[in-house]
């Protein structure tokens, strides 16, 4: 398929169109940022192995019966996905507690939220990407009623699934965040990835950061975490 000028790039992803007005192209960059981009670095391969890992997990939660815009791997660092109107808001939904919420709050790291929590933020670099209610929401049209139930059915269904997933690998899964769009049909799908940059992994075992928060925090080792998702995923692939 060939492919055209870019239409969009972000912070760790390229988007472009192709013969197909209904198909992207989506290129994972070896860029990484953290604190709404006020830190940044290059790291070669990261953008091969979010692209091996969000394809992996996203064909999971197709088999899974989750809709998502992944349709197929096109070389080591692109896939083609769907096109979709994407939905201003960002989905996070806890498990354990991390990072904002600890700042915003004053709670302590580690409280396992049973139910888990799940939050929306609007999606606005500008902003800060804000924490919003989905009385906000609604009042601004950034979703109808009807979408922030779906949606919010559909980040706890993948919290389920992803859980049923990550725990026989020995990996924790504390948090993640899912950004949602519109078909052309207007059905609501799961869009963007779902990777270490955009997920918190802890090691069952020792406890250790295996994602984005090594970056954060200069923990070292970095892409190591990375390869060490990609390697247990992979494995489970092959039984």
Not at 89 to 102: D, Y
Not at 108 to 115: F, Q
Not at 188 to 194: Q, R, S
Request: aromatic residues 8%.
């Amino acid at each position: 398929m060939t492919q055209r000028e870019p239409i969009y790039e972000g912070k760790a992803k390229k988007l472009f169109e192709t013969e197909d007005p209904d198909i992207l192209l989506l290129e994972y960059k070896d860029t990484l940022t953290a604190f709404n981009a006020l830190k940044k670095a290059t790291m070669e391969g990261k953008g091969t192995l979010n692209n091996k890992i969000s394809s992996f997990i996203l064909q999971y939660l197709s088999s899974k019966g989750v809709p998502n815009h992944f349709v197929k791997v096109i070389d080591d660092s692109s896939q083609l996905v769907k096109k979709v109107e994407i939905i201003p808001l960002e989905v996070v939904v806890r498990n354990i507690t991390t990072g904002s919420i600890c700042k915003r709050l004053g709670v302590p790291e580690g409280i396992n939220l049973i139910p888990p929590l799940v939050e929306f933020y609007l999606k606005n670099d500008d902003l800060g990407d804000p924490i919003v209610t989905k009385e906000q929401a609604i009042a601004f049209g950034w979703a109808a009623k009807e979408e922030i139930e779906k949606i919010k059915d559909l980040a706890l269904r993948v919290n389920t699934l992803l859980q049923e997933l990550f725990t026989p690998l020995g990996i924790t899964l504390v948090d993640f965040k899912l950004e949602f769009g519109k078909t052309k049909d207007g059905e609501i799908i799961l869009a963007d990835e779902i990777s270490p940059d955009t997920c918190r992994f802890w090691d069952s075992s020792s406890g250790d950061r295996l994602d984005k928060d090594r970056f954060r925090k200069d923990l070292g080792n970095v892409l190591e975490a990375y390869q060490e998702i990609w390697k247990r995923l992979s494995c489970k692939g092959e039984r």
